[in-house]
């Protein structure tokens, strides 16, 4: 006879009291209520109520890089505090509002409880927890000084996450702007236009040919727009199937992309400060240096860069000095490369990494300013010429017929 399905384990909310009589809530994760009960008594609560947590699955939020830094930050603040690591899980995952992000932290919880450490609790779930994340965790345990690596750790995400944010700013407003002047533009081609076409047809005269043009497009977008659109989005779709699958397309991609005017200085200036500041962490923790250079390639968010630093990784494992090592890729400016040399002849390469790292952060938010006002004027003129080009294309026949009058 087969043997039966393990049962999927699923949050249950819970009220207890403890030894001295005082009333206790929280939360588990467990297949069936039995499995809360032990869950409880090994907390060294008495059950009094226990109940399935309703609406697990509202909304469907998917758990962000954002919530792994939050999370990172309240485990790190905890254990400072002195809580203990599961008392800390139990906190945080009641007063998370993410139902996905309360599993998850329930599902390590009860990792832990079962004789796992934290960093192999950490490692099952490699969706959420990169090998970085759990190394620096890994070197914390084994160093007794896990708190002090988890306010590292949430350091380093939190500044990864606002890097992050800066790159995006940079690229959102100028796709949100010219998404709305498509679409106002297939507005009026579609639903405005038509209606000047059928009055021009009662003026018994000949369109200046701007306007004839307009209205051929206006056209050609009724009835053959609707293809046309399929085709884009398969190309679409199509492009980011292949740049998935194909590294030589991301490395091409990612080549031009630091090429690129202004955008690729900022691109550029990203990736240094996200080298500098995996390797400050991973380099403060204790990881050594080649091993933690394997880290620090994945980091980088460019192929380019990565690729560089695993060649560098190289390098150093012979012998070479990360200087040297950074001078042969001619991707780093002197002044890094300078500040990095000064660092391993005094012995303090995390902190100038870090120096490194703060550095090139306020050099990209202020080239995304400076981007942001760069493009605003930009922008607004692309606007008013497309939409004022079709204005004025339909007025042109009605000047024509006041000129005649």
């Known amino acids: 006879m087969a043997q039966a399905t393990a049962k999927k384990d699923i949050p249950w909310t819970w009220e207890g009291k403890d030894r001295k009589g005082r009333v206790l809530k929280g939360r588990s994760l467990a297949a069936d209520e039995n499995g809360v009960r032990a869950d409880m008594r090994r907390q060294g609560v008495i059950p009094v109520k ?17 919530d792994i830094a939050l999370f990172a930050r309240q485990l790190a603040t905890m254990m400072t505090a002195g809580i203990p690591l599961v008392q800390s899980f139990e906190i945080i995952g009641v007063g ?14 009860a990792q ?10 950490l490692a099952k779930h490699p969706l959420y927890f990169d090998d970085l994340f759990v190394n620096l965790v890994e070197a914390g345990e084994q160093a007794g000084a896990l708190e002090t690596l ?21 690229l959102f407003y100028p796709t949100a702007v010219l998404a709305v002047a498509v679409i106002v533009t297939l507005i009026l081609l579609i639903f405005v236009i038509p209606q000047f076409e059928e009055l021009f047809r009662g003026f018994g005269a000949d369109l200046p040919a701007f306007t004839r043009m307009v209205i051929n497009m206006s056209k050609f977008i009724q009835t053959d727009g609707w293809w046309l659109g399929t085709l884009f989005g398969v190309g679409v779709f199509a492009f980011m199937e292949l740049k998935k699958r194909s590294r030589p397309l991301r490395q091409a991609l990612d080549r031009l992309s630091l090429r690129l005017p202004v955008l690729g200085a900022i691109l550029t200036k990203a990736a240094i400060a996200r080298f500098s500041r995996t390797l400050a962490t991973m380099f403060a ?20 860069y990565e690729e560089a630093t695993l060649r560098m990784r190289d390098e150093v494992a012979t012998g070479q000095r990360l200087q040297r090592a950074m001078e042969n890729t001619a991707l780093f400016p002197n002044m890094v490369v300078q500040m990095i040399a000064v660092g391993e002849e005094s012995g303090s390469l995390d902190t100038m990494c870090s120096k490194v790292a703060d550095f090139y952060e306020q050099e990209v938010d202020a080239a995304v300013d400076a981007l942001s006002s760069l493009l605003e004027p930009l922008i607004m003129a692309i606007l008013g010429v497309v939409v004022g080009g079709l204005v004025i294309a ?12």
């Open 50 to 66: 226990i109940r399935k947590q309703r609406n697990v699955m509202r909304s469907g939020k998917k758990i962000s890089p954002q």
């Open 96 to 109: 998370n509002d993410n139902p996905a992000v309360q599993k998850l932290i329930f599902d390590i919880k």
């Open 112 to 121: 832990v409880e079962g004789g796992s450490t934290l960093h192999e609790a």
């Open 150 to 170: 988890l306010d590292k750790i949430a350091t380093y995400k939190e500044k990864t996450e606002a890097l992050k944010k800066k790159i995006k700013k940079a």
């Open 285 to 304: 923790a204790g990881v050594p240096l080649v091993e933690a250079m394997t880290s620090v390639a994945g980091a980088t968010g460019n192929i380019i």
């Open 394 to 405: 339909m007025y042109l026949p009605i000047f024509k017929l006041g000129a005649v009058v």
